[in-house]
Each structure stands twice: as C-alpha cells, then as structure tokens.
C-alpha cells in the first residue's frame, strides 16, 4: 500500500467519522439530543406535560420521577421542532447534591468552571464540565432544589 494511499485512506476515515457520528449523550443513557418528543417520552416512560404561560411551545415538564434510581423533584426538557431535544434540567433535592457531584466528577473528571456567589443571606454555587460536544451546568442555591442542567455546546471543539 503506497503512502499516499495511507494518507487519503486517513483523511476519508476521518471525514466519515465526522459525518456520520453519533448524536451527544443527553445525561439519561440512551437518551440522545435532536430525539423528538414522542422518543423522549418513550425512553423515559413518562408523559411530559407542555409547560402552560411561556411563550416557547417547546418546554415540557414531568414532576417526582426516578431517573438512574435517584428521585428527581421535577425534569424539563426543551425540545424544538426541527431540532428535537436541545436541553434537559432536572430539580433534584439539595440531600443528593454530594452523590451527584460525586457521580459528575467521576464520569466526567473536575469541573472546568466554579463559581461561588455569596449577598446578604442568599448563597448559590455554580459547576460547569464542557464535554466538548455538551454542557452540563449544576447549580446549588439556598432557595431553590439541586439544579443540573445538559444541553449541546454552542462552541465547536474542533474550531479549538
């Protein structure tokens, strides 16, 4: 085999890896961004109530649900119409902050991002872990549940 050959065999292989990829894991495995509504439901066996009074038709919302055996307040999804499902976020009970977080940086390695925001009796801590091809932002506030959030990242890795 000529080395020109090798090399365009590469760059072909590499093109095609590129085309045909596999859609970004949406944190529920088997749960992938641009799945459309009726798969989401399907996959989490659940049906996702449209969120009444917001101006986007695509937030839809289930309440007290188990994901991964962890007991989930509520979980919102946005999900476009051409584009299926572009985020999730689940409110999880401040008690279960610690595992999950100990679950993310397993996984997922130390957070690349944390911010710590303390005013007159109101605190929130804030972690990010970019993925490359997503995003998942956890949040923790004296005021409201655990929040973890997941959506694609707007930033190509490759144009790094």
């Known amino acids: 085999m000529s080395k020109a050959f090798k090399y365009i065999f590469i760059i072909v292989f590499a093109f095609l890896i ?3 990829s596999q859609p970004v894991n949406a944190c529920v495995e088997g749960l992938r961004c641009g799945m459309d509504l009726p798969n989401v439901e399907r996959h989490l066996g659940v049906s996702l109530i449209p969120i009444k009074g917001k101006t986007n038709q695509n937030l839809f919302e289930v309440k007290d649900i188990q994901i991964s055996g962890l007991p989930v307040e509520t979980l919102r999804v946005r999900i476009e119409k051409e584009d299926g499902l572009r985020q999730l976020a689940y409110e999880i009970d401040n008690e279960n902050m610690t595992e999950v977080l100990a679950g993310l940086r397993y996984r997922f390695g130390p957070p690349v991002g944390t911010n710590a925001d303390v005013e007159e009796g109101y605190s929130q801590q804030q972690w990010i872990w970019h993925k490359g091809e997503d995003v998942i932002v956890a949040v923790k506030s004296n005021e409201r549940p655990f ?5 694609p990242s707007l930033l190509d890795p490759s144009f790094l």
């Open 147 to 151: 929040l973890l959030s997941y959506r």
């Open 18 to 20: 590129q085309v045909f």
